[in-house]
């Protein structure tokens, strides 16, 4: 009998010492991490009334539709970060109404689509930094009525986003851009408008807006010819770094 006891416990701790996924005391209660995954399908030792999950440095290329079904109605924050996600599928998040902050940072996703947002109602963060989007869908704005902060920071998106698009993000408090090439001429509108709303806006652009807008309005050419523009701006920017000479007594 003791033998049998005794094989019991080892084979349950050895279970536990090789599962990838465990629990995790946090913020949230019901807190599991998971690291070295291959398969939505592990977190199926995750209990279904899991409040947060955590996804690190695994092999998941794809989320599936619904991938994430087993927690709807309890799960409230989802992050895989470093896991290879390359593609999402459309309803990869469906029935996670009550998930409000999503993270996706250093993946490999290329757009940002409208079909793997829409369930995403309530969602009030999310962060896609370091991967290498390109594009963000128009409609995706119109599905994220209650997000405070945006990270889409360290990517690869060269179109700034229009004004008339931040305005569905009606509750947007932060918002991260740094490190996309976006073009000079379409600055401006993005910062005046992020100006008059009051939300922080992170970028590298220092006050360049204002210069971008003193070479649109003074330098002849610059409103048709993007190198004109930023030969303008390059050219504000040296005269400002210049060292200042002071006179010889």
């Known amino acids: 009998m003791r033998i049998d006891i005794f094989g019991i416990v080892l084979a349950a701790c050895v279970a536990s010492c090789l599962a990838k996924c465990q629990s995790k005391e946090g913020d949230i209660a019901e807190s599991y991490i998971c690291e070295g995954i291959n398969s939505l399908t592990e977190l199926n030792t995750i209990p279904a009334l899991a409040q947060k999950i955590t996804i690190l440095h695994s092999k998941i290329h ?27 599928a459309g309803s990869a998040f469906a029935g996670l109404s ?3 902050e999503l993270i996706l940072d250093h993946n490999h996703i290329t757009v ?8 995403l109602g309530n969602l009030k963060i999310l962060r896609v930094w370091h991967n290498h989007i390109k594009l963000i869908e128009p409609e995706v704005f119109a599905h994220l009525p209650n997000l405070e902060l945006l990270d889409i920071a360290y990517n690869q998106i060269d179109q700034c986003i229009p004004p008339a698009h931040l305005e569905k993000l009606e ?29 922080q806006f992170i970028n590298n652009w220092g006050n360049n807006h204002l210069l971008i807008e003193d070479c649109l309005a003074h330098e002849y050419g610059a409103q048709w010819d993007d190198q004109i523009l930023a030969r303008c701006v390059a050219n504000h920017l040296a005269k400002l770094s210049a060292p200042s000479i002071v006179p010889a007594h």
């Open 98 to 100: 009550q998930l409000y």
């Open 62 to 88: 794809l989320l599936p539709a619904g991938g994430f079904a087993r927690f709807a109605g309890s799960l409230h924050c989802l992050n895989i970060t470093h896991s290879e996600v390359a593609d999402i």
């Open 171 to 199: 509750n947007l408090e932060v918002l991260y851009v740094a490190g996309n090439p976006w073009p000079l001429r379409c600055r401006p509108p993005v910062a005046f408008h992020l100006e008059h709303h009051h939300v």
């Open 112 to 119: 940002i689509k409208t079909d793997w947002i829409k369930d």
